[in-house]
């Protein structure tokens, strides 16, 4: 669905440009904010959730490295009812925010996605 030019605004949430031109990436509503001049759409189905810079996300450590740590991601924060979409398993950095050790279970953690 056309959503916008990207001569009038810059994509927001759950849109892309393509051409010049901002499209949806899901059903939803339309949701145009002028003063950051971006258009973004507000999901009206159950989709799994799209994780943006910035978005704050709960999930399991797995393993640990050197200098990488293998998360197993359970929900984006505000949207603990909805899974995370399988395309966004992978992620190339993350700020941790918050570690939470439960005992000799792996512990959980909450980080920044980015």
Do not use: W
Not at 28 to 41: N, T
Not at 60 to 72: A, F, N, P, T, Y
Request: proline fraction near 6%; glycine fraction near 8%; charge should be negative.
């Amino acid at each position: 669905m056309f959503v916008g030019s990207t001569e009038e605004f810059v994509p927001g949430d759950c849109t892309y440009a393509r051409g010049g031109m901002i499209f949806a990436s899901t059903a939803g509503l339309v949701k145009i904010d002028s003063r950051a001049r971006s258009a973004s759409v507000i999901p009206k189905t159950n989709a799994p959730v799209r994780l943006c810079q910035g978005d704050i996300v709960v999930g399991e450590v797995i393993d640990l490295k050197d200098s990488l740590v293998i998360v197993s991601l359970a929900f984006k924060k505000g949207h603990e009812d909805r899974p995370i979409s399988d395309e966004e398993a992978t992620i190339s950095h993350i700020q941790c925010e918050e570690l939470l050790c439960q005992g000799p279970a792996p512990p959980l953690l909450a980080s920044r996605y980015s």
